[in-house]
Nanobody, 118 residues
Framework: QLQLVESGGGLVQPGGSLRLSCAAS????????IGWFRQAPGKERKAISC????????NFADSVKGRFTISRDNAKNTVYLQMNSLKPEDTGVYYC???????????WGQGTQVTVSS
């Protein structure tokens, strides 16, 4: 079965950290750019970060620059989103997909919940 699976979400206090993983099964990620997206309660899904397939070039939404990093481990067929200095406004469901633009992806994960609250 071809799928992406996110993991690593949870409840964290403001200022804390989480590392999200996006693992592929049934196909290899190394030929895809991988994007992370967040959907906050009552809001539209927005792009958070993306990493290219060949050069590893990364980009980030302004709201997370300097706090989040994205990396890929092709040997593990996994992309990571390291989130530091988390804020309550980072709360939402985080999804990964095989493109930097949601509608352009071939595969999407089902999401992992991140809640930042004291």
């Amino acid at each position: 079965q071809l799928q992406l699976v996110e993991s690593g979400g949870g409840l964290v206090q403001p200022g804390g950290s989480l590392r999200l993983s996006c693992a592929a099964s049934g196909f290899t990620l190394d030929s895809y750019a991988i994007g992370w997206f967040r959907q906050a309660p009552g809001k539209e899904r927005k792009a958070i970060s993306c990493i290219s397939s060949r050069t590893g070039r990364t980009n980030f939404a302004d709201s997370v620059k300097g706090r989040f990093t994205i990396s890929r481990d092709n040997a593990k067929n996994t992309v990571y989103l390291q989130m530091n200095s988390l804020k309550p406004e980072d709360t939402g469901v985080y999804y990964c997909a095989t493109a930097c633009v949601w509608v352009a992806a071939d595969y999407w994960g089902q999401g992992t919940q991140v809640t930042v609250s004291s």
